[in-house]
């Protein structure tokens, strides 16, 4: 059962109705790594990341947690059938950032962080308030645990979110375009934050629009077009030496990203 | 003001003071019980299985499509003949404003909760909390903000509605002004004081209710 994959995915398929959004996804995440999915909008990178917390149920395939594959077989056509306390399982080993935050509005920075901690892990008061203060002050943000959400600025909220999920020692983070709500200015603060979680060997899997940053952190990039993987090699080939014609139109079309032997 | 206070109404007040209190009891009970069968059959509504959303449309759509009048009167008179069993006039009032408010009280709850965005119970559910837990930490203190408003205009519509309990005789605020009218003949002085009792009760008590949503607003929107 050992593996040095925290996720593996096989044959994972997704459909909304008659739409077919995944059409069959293979990729593994290895431990330590930060996996970077790329793709014009509607290529389904925000439905293949929510599908390994299964906030999205998929369809078909399977996703493996650490070697063991969640739910049981079920049916003939690769579905599988998930029980709820196994996903609350996975989900607690599982840390995800929204687009929005999400942030609970009705609770403090600090309670926030804390209720994951108190719910799922049993944690005592004491030590959910002492790691949430532990994790606010590594994020730039000691001493703002008592400031309601709507008192903080898009940046700080984030950070508080990427803290709340820290908070339940993931074996994995998630981020589904983390940074796309964020005013210009306030972007940088988040992903230096991101940054600094790769250094610190996190395990990850991003989806992003910031080509610039997903160039810098990237272990591993992988390109999806219409539900599928269209091309996937380290950051420097598929960025800059596109091998299909798909990806070299994507990165013709972010002009932001100039990095200066782009060709 | 001498001649308003005249002696018949100076000899009505102790009765009509008994009267505001079983009002007020009346109330009270009704107000409580129908937040709690707003609740359970709200809750049942917006995440219950197939079962359980059938069973709170059902007690929806019974008891907010009939005249609580009707309803007062049907557990007054029709109820024991069914099941023979005494029933006291505060029971079958009791239980007709109740169930009545308690299906307003039901949609109030689940407009509430539907007004929570999804992302919340993504972001819970993603922590790995359980439904019970997401549903009383996360949706309904949420929730509550947003009914305030909505429950103010209901509970003012309740203590209202308690003057109906005089067609069954219960002696509320009333019921008791119409026996001191009938035996004083002073039914200007008697339904005037009635009138400004009403407002003296309701018009604070939905300031105090718009005061608190202000403040829930403030500490965190």
Known sequence: MTTDNVIEISGLRKSFGAHEVLKGIDLVIPKGKTVVLLGASGSGKSTLLRCVNFLETPTAGTVAFNGKPVGTPKGTGGERSYSDRELRALRAHIGIVFQQFNLFPHMTALENIMEGQRAVLGRSREEAAARAEALLARVGLAGRGGAYPSHLSGGQQQRVAICRALAMDPDVMLFDEATSALDPELVGEVLRTMKALREDGMTMLIVTHELGFAYHIADEVVFLSEGRIYEQAPPHEVMLHPKGERTRQFMLGHSEFRLPHLD | ?221
């Open chain 2, 1 to 221: 003001m001498d001649a308003f206070l005249s002696p018949s109404l100076a000899i009505s007040l102790p009765a009509l003071a008994r009267g505001l209190v079983h009002t007020l009891e009346l109330a009270v009970v009704c107000l409580v019980a129908s937040l709690l069968l707003g609740l359970v059959f709200g809750v049942m509504r917006y995440a219950g299985g197939r079962v359980l959303h059938a069973l709170a449309i059902a007690y929806v759509e019974v008891f907010r499509n009939t005249p609580v009048l009707v309803q007062i009167l049907w557990f007054f008179f029709a109820l024991p003949i069914l099941v023979q069993f005494e029933i006291s006039a505060f029971t079958a009032a009791a239980l007709g404003l109740s169930l009545n408010s308690g299906a307003f009280s039901a949609e109030i709850f689940r407009a509430g909760m539907q007004a929570v965005p999804k992302g919340q119970w993504e972001a819970a559910n993603a922590l790995g909390m359980s439904r019970t837990r997401v549903m009383f930490r996360i949706v309904l203190p949420q929730a509550v903000r947003h009914m305030i408003p909505a429950f103010t205009n209901r509970w003012i519509e309740l203590f209202k509605l308690t003057s109906l309990a005089s067609v069954i005789a219960y002696p509320e605020l009333v019921y008791s002004a119409q026996q001191i009218s009938n035996s004083y003949f002073n039914p200007v002085e008697v339904f005037t004081l009635v009138a400004v009792i009403f407002i003296a009760l309701v018009i604070p008590a939905s300031y105090l209710l718009r005061r608190l949503e202000a403040r829930l607003r403030r500490s965190a929107p």
